[in-house]
């Protein structure tokens, strides 16, 4: 059973900088994708970036692009997300996510970690 443990989320104040990781353990991967959610207070959850296994395929969700980046570890079995220039709408619950491919991204979740940017 694959294991996904996330760990960085902290408050920062708005325009600060977090970054998370997610190590995926018991499982064997060979091909595989992972990535990031996210679900706000009073809101639906909502997907923030992804990955491919090898790193050449990165999504992100309108709300992150050009401020989050997600990038990964093959030997660490750890994806990242990097999040600069925060902002109080990115407090939220982030969940590292796991598939068998870009398109089957949430075979896995992990537990979450707590975001929260004051202003």
């Known amino acids: 059973q694959v294991q996904l443990v996330e760990s960085g989320g902290r408050l920062v104040q708005a325009g600060g900088s977090l970054r998370l990781s997610c190590v995926a353990s018991d499982g064997t991967f060979s091909s595989y994708a992972m990535g990031w959610f996210r679900r706000a207070p009073g809101k639906e959850r909502e997907f923030v970036a992804s990955i491919s296994w090898d790193g050449g395929i990165t999504y992100y969700a309108d709300s992150a692009k050009g401020r989050f980046t997600i990038s990964g570890d093959n030997a660490k079995n750890t994806v990242y997300l990097q999040m600069n220039s925060l902002k109080p709408e990115d407090t939220a619950v982030y969940y590292c996510?796991?598939?068998?491919?870009?398109?089957?991204?949430?075979?896995?979740w992990g537990q979450g970690t707590q975001v929260t940017v004051s202003s």
């Open positions: 996510v796991l598939g068998s491919s870009m398109t089957t991204l949430t075979d896995y």
